[in-house]
């Protein structure tokens, strides 16, 4: 257990990272005219559905290049052994959609879901650049 929580929390770490790379200095604003707000909140709970599924492949081809080469399978091992842990998926209870910019002031469609399982809740923060691809993702 204990190698499961350290690989768990270098993963939370790795990720938090990636979602500060794209934060920068500034905080999470509103969404850019550039983005659908229904396309960002559907394809940010097909993540999520992703992620109940276990399906790593799926999630990197969605993917900056960047994000495949982080989410390895070993990566995202114990990120799907939490999730599964939490028991069966119960839905989506709450999303918040915003954006940022990152250094170079490209922009990025930020969600933030809240979705429910039999034993407990996780929230996942789950970023897109503007082509529609995944650039980060976080849970907790």
Do not use: H
Not at 36 to 51: G, K, N, Q, R, S
Not at 91 to 113: H, M, P, R
Request: aromatic letters at 8%; hydrophobic letters at 45%.
């Amino acid at each position: 257990m204990g190698k499961f929580r350290i690989n768990l929390v270098v993963l939370g770490l790795f990720l938090s990272l990636i979602g500060l790379t794209l934060v920068g200095c500034s905080s999470i604003g509103r969404l850019p005219a550039t983005f659908d707000a229904t396309v960002v909140e559907e394809t940010a709970a097909e993540v999520v559905e992703l992620i109940n599924y276990n399906d790593g492949e799926a999630i990197r081809a969605m993917g900056t290049e960047e994000l495949r080469e982080a989410l390895t399978d070993e990566a995202l091992a114990p990120v799907f052994s939490a999730i599964s842990a939490k028991g069966e998926f119960q839905g989506i209870t709450k999303t918040q959609l915003g954006g940022t910019k990152d250094q170079s002031n490209n922009e990025y469609a930020v969600a933030v879901l809240t979705a429910k399982y039999a034993g407990g809740t996780a929230t996942f923060t789950v970023s897109f650049d503007t082509d529609m691809r995944l650039a980060g993702l976080y849970f907790r």
